[in-house]
């Protein structure tokens, strides 16, 4: 495969996943259509940005008729699919944005996919980027979620990304559209928009301001380093076998409140405060609602089938998180301010393509 659209590229995984494909593979074209939503943030890919081997398209994946240009514009062959939106508080609040860009602009992909590759489905494959969280909640005493467990969101966000599972499967199983799914557990690292609990804790503790804790804080996450979530794509895009779904995890489960002291005395390190001093800044607050207690993923079939597993070490990891976003105040800032949201226009000017 040569050229290969990459959705949602400007986000958080996207922009590590854009970013590892365009370094590594200067033989490919990469098409990074993105809408710029709050968090899109091309911020997060200026060092790649003038690569020879790097496009960038600002469009909705859900206008089809723009979507179907696109492939047709740069020969698509390939499709990892991450656009989407993706914070579950936003999700409850309002529940329609979620349905249109998860589930129908998935089906606007999907349906261009098909149109385009019709003819000839060799060598073509669409990567759907999904979630643990379409699997539900465990209790403490749960198994872990293997690729065999039932669906059971709860969320409006889970049950888009599962609405958007089921139609890649469809696709997949009406058509014969070459797909593979992937469902992975919380990622963590540099370029994540400060809505998400780790950014905006250490943004809140670099601040001085309250740290809001949902409920008693017991509730379980098993958290993977971006990159090595990025790595794995990787690896199934080229090696993973065309119907099948992989789990991305890296047997890492944190109580959320064990995991904020972790980082409280990370960041209280990096900023010469007191060992603990910061656990002051912890504010228990209204639960979120229908907040699923625990995830946790067993990988061990991407393990076994394909050789991946996380090259970070949690402590190494959170380490080296903590230490991005305090040198790259520069970035939360303008992610805070919204100064982020002027740089497609500085950048890009009134073009919607480079
Ligand atoms: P993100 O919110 O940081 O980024 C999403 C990107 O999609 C943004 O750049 C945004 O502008 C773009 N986008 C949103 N709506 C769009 C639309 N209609 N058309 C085109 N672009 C649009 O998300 P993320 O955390 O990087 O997640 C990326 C993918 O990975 C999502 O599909 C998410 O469900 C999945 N995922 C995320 C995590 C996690 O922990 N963050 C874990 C597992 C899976
Ligand atoms: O499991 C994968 C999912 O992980 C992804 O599919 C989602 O896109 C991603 O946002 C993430 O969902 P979570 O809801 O688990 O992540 P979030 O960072 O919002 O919250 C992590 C945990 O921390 C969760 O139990 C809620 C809690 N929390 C979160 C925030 C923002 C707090 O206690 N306080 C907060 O302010």
Request: with cysteine.
């Amino acid at each position: 495969m040569k050229n290969i659209l990459i959705t949602g590229g400007a986000g958080f995984i996207g922009s590590h996943v854009v970013r590892l494909f365009v370094n590594k593979y200067p033989e490919y074209k990469i098409v990074n259509i993105d809408k710029l939503t709050y968090a899109g943030n091309l911020e997060n890919l200026k060092d790649i940005e003038n690569a020879p081997n790097y496009t960038f398209v600002k469009a909705d994946i859900c206008d089809f008729e723009t979507v179907v240009a696109v492939f047709v514009k740069h020969n698509i062959d390939g499709v990892l699919h991450l656009a989407a939106e993706s914070h579950v508080d936003r999700s409850i609040k309002d529940p329609f944005t979620f349905a249109k860009t998860n589930v129908l602009g998935t089906l606007s992909l999907l349906q261009a996919a098909k149109e385009r590759w019709k003819e000839n489905y060799n060598e073509k494959l669409f990567y759907h980027i999904s979630t643990d969280e379409v699997y539900g909640a465990l209790q403490f005493d749960e198994t872990l979620f293997t690729e065999e467990t039932k669906y059971n969101p709860h969320s409006p966000y889970s049950a888009s990304k599962a609405s958007s599972d089921h139609f890649v499967r469809a696709f997949h199983d009406t058509y014969g559209l070459p797909a593979i799914i992937t469902n992975c557990s919380n990622n963590y690292g540099p370029y994540q928009f400060p809505e998400k609990l780790i950014p905006l804790f250490i943004n809140n503790i670099r601040n001085n301001k309250p740290l809001p804790v949902y409920g008693k804080g017991e509730n379980v996450r098993d958290w993977l380093y971006a990159l090595d979530h990025a790595r794995a794509i990787d690896i199934i895009f080229h090696k993973g076998k065309v119907g099948e779904t992989y789990n991305i995890g890296g047997f890492n489960e944190w109580k959320n409140i064990d995991l904020i002291k972790v980082i409280i005395k990370t960041v209280d390190k990096f900023l010469g405060r007191n060992e603990g001093e910061s656990e002051k800044l912890i504010t228990y607050v209204t639960d979120r609602a229908g907040h699923d207690l625990r995830y946790a993923i067993d990988s061990s079939k991407l393990k076994n089938e394909l050789g991946w597993q996380p090259s970070l070490q949690f402590e190494e990891g959170i380490e080296k998180t903590v230490k991005w976003y305090l040198e790259n105040q520069q970035w939360l800032d303008n992610v805070t301010s919204g100064a982020y949201q002027e740089y497609y226009e500085e950048y890009y000017g009134q073009k919607d393509e480079k």
